[in-house]
């Protein structure tokens, strides 16, 4: 068989059937999305080949194409922290890419606004500061998560309650660029804030018991113990955060809830608390690779 002889219409035929043939085999989209291309070109008879760059088959981007054309950019996703970025009053997702060694990172190739929003957006000053900030926050949660120092990666309950952290504003992430009822995402990004402080008083030798009888979800007194422990915190910062927010327990039964572009900033606080309780407990800090160093302007 001439591979390059056929039709995209039949290429695309045989790609799918081969994803058919892995699914039925167990083997899952994330895995299926680099295996069916190696799987068809042997197909056609290709035992060594190029999967990048120079000397990259023709073939098998043809290949790669079909595969992504069965699929939505989400199914292909490879997993990792999502955050959200408010542009006005819309809510847009922000999906840090996931690099190895040194790489130049364009931050503006990974928020989904429109082509005409990000045109419009390098002319705000304000608003591409915000965008920044966010960006960086999304970013140190995403790495920073994977990269606690020693004493903190080996304390069970310390790297349980940051993932805890992300679990709740990934969920509030979603639940904002998904287009859902907005109101959803609060409880989770409080839950973020909650959890994310506990980490650091975790740290410190408390107990979960401890914590819970202490403080139970005054996380503001939580806030002041940590403050004490670890001064370098941007403790000022935190607090009008906190300061910010709705009471956990209070806002779970109360009928009145947050507006829009409240609750925007509400989940974008809670990325910033999350990302500096990791960058506590971490070597991550994205801002401080940007030539040159970038102010910090949100939260303000």
């Known amino acids: 068989m001439n591979p390059d002889s056929l039709s995209d219409e039949e290429i695309l035929y045989i790609v799918d059937q081969t994803d058919l043939e892995l699914h039925l085999a167990g083997k899952e989209i994330k895995t299926r999305s680099w295996e069916v291309p190696s799987v068809v070109m042997r197909k056609f008879g290709f035992r060594r080949f190029v999967r990048s760059g120079d000397g990259k088959p023709d073939i098998l981007a043809r290949i790669e194409a079909a595969f992504d054309s069965i699929y939505r950019k989400q199914d292909l996703a490879t997993g990792g922290h999502i955050g959200v970025f408010m542009y006005r009053d819309i809510f847009a997702r922000i999906s840090p890419p996931h690099v190895g060694g040194i790489e130049r990172i364009e931050p503006f190739n990974h928020v989904d606004l429109t082509p005409v929003q ?83 008083a975790l740290a410190q030798g408390l107990t979960e018991d ?91």
């Open 118 to 200: 990000l045109r419009i957006i390098q002319t705000e000053p304000e608003e591409m500061a915000v965008f920044l900030d966010q960006f960086c926050d999304v970013s140190d949660i995403q790495y920073g998560f994977r990269e606690l120092k020693p004493p903190f990666a080996a304390m069970e309950p310390v790297t349980r309650f940051i993932d805890r952290a992300r679990l709740h504003l990934h969920a509030a992430a979603a639940i904002l660029t998904g287009g859902y009822d907005y109101r959803g995402a609060v409880q989770s990004a409080l839950l973020a804030t909650e959890l994310s402080l506990k980490s650091p």
């Open 210 to 300: 401890e914590i819970k009888k202490r403080f139970g979800h005054n996380y503001k007194a939580l806030a002041d113990f940590i403050f004490e422990a670890y001064p370098a915190i941007d403790v000022d910062r935190v607090r009008r955060v906190l300061d910010k927010q709705p009471g956990y327990v209070a806002n779970r039964y109360d009928h009145g809830q947050p507006r829009r572009i409240e609750v925007g900033h509400i989940v974008m606080g809670a990325q910033y608390v999350v990302a500096e309780i990791i960058r506590l407990l971490s070597d991550r800090n994205l801002r401080a690779d940007f030539q040159p160093p970038l102010a910090r302007h949100y939260p303000a």
